[in-house]
């Protein structure tokens, strides 16, 4: 086989490899617009005013944090735990 050929191949095989690899929230991120906290423990928190627009907040662990005032538009929250959330 052609070195091009080779080569070519090793970069799709490559690019396959990097785009199965899931991906991880990562906890420890502060605060902000496309935060990806899904299935992170985020209680007792005090986000209020916090921009987490577009963010990923599925299966969190929000209970008791204030979110007063902040901007959630767009944010997926399927299986957060709200419990004791303050919103009002």
Avoid: E, F, Q
Avoid at 8 to 13: D, E, F, G, T
Avoid at 21 to 32: E, F, H, L, V, W
């Amino acid at each position: 086989m052609p070195y091009a050929a080779r080569l070519a191949m090793l970069i799709c095989v490559a690019g396959a490899l990097c785009r199965a690899t899931p991906a991880y929230a990562d906890c420890s991120d502060k605060p902000g617009p496309g935060i990806d906290w899904h299935d992170c423990k985020k209680n007792l928190l005090v986000l209020s005013g916090a921009n987490l627009t577009k963010s990923n907040l599925a299966g969190a662990d929000l209970t008791s944090t204030d979110l007063r005032k902040a901007m959630l538009d767009g944010a997926i929250m399927d299986g957060a735990n709200l419990s004791l959330v303050s919103v009002a």
